[in-house]
């Protein structure tokens, strides 16, 4: 079974249309994180968590909203989706209080959002 | 602002050939380097690095970093078909005292021919 999970792999939706991207880990990780990719862009951060109730803004958390229903769960919600949200997401994990994995971060498959 | 670089961004070569992927940054506080593979699907961890001039291998890739010049290289020897994919490399920032981001650069794109 996979560590990280994301739900659903795939989505298109409208113009305005509100969106929820669902992570959830089996880890046991404090930290969970999520990026969008773009070509050409690399990994871009959107909001990150370091434990329940904890959440901070990224790179470029305009437009997104998130919520941490437990340490093992991190959604993304697009309240408004528009054409330029298309991108792949990703939700990733990594582990403090482990000096061996501190600096690695673990991805979840990615979700391919298509906004028309 | 906290930035890594990499070159170039894509690549085509034979299998068999050696290729060198670069990777530059410019990060505050710096503690490590990480390269990932992403294929088709999520990144995957390849190596690690936090001290300048020790190589870490891994089968035919290896990986070096130079913390005076701020850059590192990977290097894939004899390639094959299976390493095409898109290479990353990623900087932890940090976000505050105790939390980090990383920052990744734009990623180079292999590919490999028969």
């Known amino acids: 079974d996979a560590d990280v999970t994301q739900t659903p792999r795939n989505r298109i939706t409208k113009t305005g249309k509100r969106i929820m991207l669902e992570c959830s880990q089996t880890?046991?990780?404090?930290?969970m994180y999520w990026y969008r990719q773009d070509p050409g862009l690399g990994l871009r951060l959107i909001y990150y968590?370091?434990?329940?109730?904890?959440?901070n803004k990224g790179e470029i958390s305009d437009g997104y909203s998130v919520s941490r229903q437990a340490q093992a769960k991190f959604s993304l919600s697009l309240e408004s989706a528009i054409p330029n949200q298309t991108a792949l997401y990703f939700c990733?994990?990594?582990?403090?209080?482990?000096?061996?994995?501190?600096?690695?971060?673990?991805f979840g498959p990615g979700t391919r959002l298509t906004v028309l | 602002e906290d930035k890594v670089v990499q070159s170039p961004l894509s690549l085509v070569v034979h299998e068999g050939d050696t290729v060198t992927l670069n990777c530059s940054y410019e990060?505050?506080?710096?503690?490590?380097l990480l390269w990932y593979k992403q294929e088709k699907k999520a990144p995957t961890f390849l190596f690690m690095l936090?001290?300048?001039?020790i190589e870490k291998k891994s089968g035919r890739l290896s990986s070096i970093l130079d913390k005076k010049e701020l850059f590192s290289i990977l290097n894939i020897t004899a390639t094959q078909t299976g390493d095409s994919a898109v290479y990353l490399c990623?900087?932890?920032?940090?976000?505050?005292?105790?939390?980090?981001?990383?920052?990744f650069g734009p990623g180079t794109r292999l590919s490999v021919l028969p």
């Open positions: 990733a994990t990594s582990d403090t209080r482990d000096s061996r994995s501190y600096n690695e971060q673990f």
């Open positions: 880890k046991g990780h404090d930290r």
């Open positions: 968590s370091f434990d329940v109730k904890d959440i």
């Open positions: 990060v505050t506080n710096f503690r490590s």
């Open positions: 936090t001290s300048s001039g």
């Open positions: 990623a900087v932890p920032s940090l976000l505050d005292n105790y939390g980090q981001n990383f920052v």
